[in-house]
């Protein structure tokens, strides 16, 4: 069997153009153009970059955004206060706080100051204890996004066997809430994996679904796949490649090229997961202009 590839660049763009399209509308009725606020303390020059692409996509889709950049020695009150001011201003759809934050600053202390209807990365204890509750909330946007990929693939989680490796807050946990809900969409019967599994070829072979969230280059090998599975590969690594001029290259937590012989669908990496989160957020943004 050679899988089939699940093209996640194509299936964002095509979110991303939905969004546009509903913007306008929105606008059209009456709305308020949505508007995300990023605040970005410091200088690490790989989250520029993220934030960088998220305002490149909101405005892509017809929506503002500004970046709230703020120097390293910001005190914990002072971006509790930036936060506050955030909230109460209704020209401010969503809020998002750029991660990972200096080490003085307490993550969970301001994710928490972040008012749910405009937390549109959908990661603050509120969010994930209501998307715990199955009451609809922001979910964060990788998970979300495995979602809506499946979906938009005709590949229904119904009933299905799915098996997640990886459970951290950010993408493992929550996606597995969201696969458990009792919803179109999701209702699948979800075990999620981690370092503590024993025989874990012998619990991802039983997936109907197989997701890789790990960060561990091409971990997920062919022996550990059922034969037809639809796999998601949600890693992003960086390995050595002498042949590549910067001499590094991107690779997922699943060995690509022995999977694609066993299962029935695969997404790439780069090209899979990666461009849905984006397109995730701008959904949310859309959402909370809206009032979710
Ligand atoms: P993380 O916080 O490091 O969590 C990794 C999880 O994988 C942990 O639960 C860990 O188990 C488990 N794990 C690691 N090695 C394992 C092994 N050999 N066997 C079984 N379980 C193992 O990582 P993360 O933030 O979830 O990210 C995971 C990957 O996704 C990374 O490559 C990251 O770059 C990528 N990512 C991609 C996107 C995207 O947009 N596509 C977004 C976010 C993250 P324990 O809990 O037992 O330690």
Do not use: W
Request: aromatic share 2%; with cysteine; net charge neutral.
């Amino acid at each position: 069997m050679t899988a089939r590839i699940i093209d996640g660049t194509a299936i964002a763009a095509a979110v991303r153009a939905d969004v546009a399209r509903q913007v306008e509308a929105h606008i059209a009725a009456g709305g308020r153009r949505p508007h995300l606020s990023v605040i970005l303390v410091g200088d690490d020059p790989a989250s520029h970059v993220y934030v960088r692409n998220k305002g490149r996509a909101c405005e892509e889709a017809g929506m503002t955004s500004e970046t709230i950049q703020r120097p390293a020695t910001l005190t914990q009150q002072e971006l509790l206060d930036e936060v506050a001011r955030l909230n109460a201003d209704p020209s401010v759809s969503g809020i998002l706080v750029q991660m990972p934050l200096p080490q003085h600053l307490d993550e969970l202390a301001v994710m928490s100051a972040l008012s749910p209807k405009k937390d549109v990365d959908g990661l603050s204890p509120t969010s994930l204890g209501l998307l715990l509750q199955g009451v609809p909330a922001f979910a964060p946007a990788t998970p979300s996004g495995v979602l809506e990929m499946l979906r938009r693939e005709g590949i229904d989680p119904e009933g299905q066997r799915v098996v997640i490796v990886g459970r951290s807050v950010l993408v493992g946990r929550p996606l597995a809430m969201l696969l458990a809900n009792k919803a179109p969409g999701a209702n699948a019967t979800v075990t999620l994996a981690h370092t503590g599994t024993r025989d874990l070829g012998a619990v991802t072979r039983e997936a109907d679904i197989l997701v890789a969230a790990m960060g561990r280059p091409r971990a997920i090998t062919a022996d550990m796949v059922k034969p037809g599975a639809v796999v998601i590969d949600v890693g992003i690594n960086q390995i050595d490649d002498a042949s590549r001029k910067s001499g590094k290259r991107l690779v997922g937590d699943v060995d690509f090229e022995g999977v694609s012989a066993v299962a029935s669908a695969i997404t790439p990496v780069p090209g899979g997961v990666g461009p849905m989160t984006i397109a995730m957020l701008i959904v949310n943004t859309l959402a909370a202009a809206k009032g979710l």
